[in-house]
């Protein structure tokens, strides 16, 4: 009798499916504080959303891997993702690594994303650059027929870089203003790492008036409230009659 492959990650909510957008986040509550305005408008419009974390994030000064699994089941439903996983790597040694590589382009695989959204390459944070080269490499695997890998070969249509500690310089601004009360809904769903006392510049209670701050300020760059940033690895086409 055939076996089914087994998957490299486990499903926090949802069930691996086809996705149009996949976020790529370093540890849980990356993707919702970099890119979850974004995500919540793809989802309300009826895209196949997903999120993949690379590590539980257990060296965290606060929660646990388990409480915040649980968090990141409240957030996927707040969101409207249509799956969450966890590749579950080590926190703090997010790299690229053959190993890291194969696993992440094996789940790239079985998820089949359309659009992947990773961090920032000069984001200062070890893992979160780490999280990006490692991307680059698992991208190039899940399309090789002759890779060592389960499943299909697939081809990432559009890689996009969101914003994490650092400056960017964006290509590409989303309007996010409409969906401003399900983003912090999402963001406070994590509430192990926003309540209590501060630790960093991320992990404390102010992160919602931090983070729209940034989105303020990109929201008057494209002349609207609230917007949020990304970069393209590859030029983008833009239809003129659009603009």
Known sequence: MTHPPLL????????????D????????????????GTLI???????????LELSRGERGTQGTPQIRVQECARAAVLMG?????????????LADTPAGAHALAAALRAV???????????????????TYHLARRAVHLAQLRRADLDGEPHRISRTLL????????????????????????AVRAHASQFTGEAVSETVTPEIIERRRARQSYWGTLARVRYAEAFEAEDTLLVDPLAL
Do not use: M
Request: charged share 20%; with cysteine.
């Open 8 to 19: 490299p990650f486990q499903t926090v909510y949802g069930a691996p499916q086809p996705l």
């Open 21 to 36: 957008w996949l976020c790529l986040a370093p540890h849980p509550d990356d993707a919702e504080i970099g890119a979850g």
């Open 41 to 51: 408008r793809l989802a309300q419009a009826g895209r196949a959303v997903g999120i």
């Open 81 to 93: 993702l249509s799956w969450r996983g966890n590749l579950g790597l080590k926190d703090g040694e």
């Open 112 to 130: 089949r994303p359309r659009v992947l959204v990773v961090p920032h390459h000069r984001d200062r944070h070890p893992d979160h650059f780490g």
């Open 162 to 185: 969101y914003q994490g500690n650092a400056d960017i310089q964006p290509g590409l601004l989303v309007d996010v203003g409409g969906v401003q009360a399900q983003w912090e809904a």
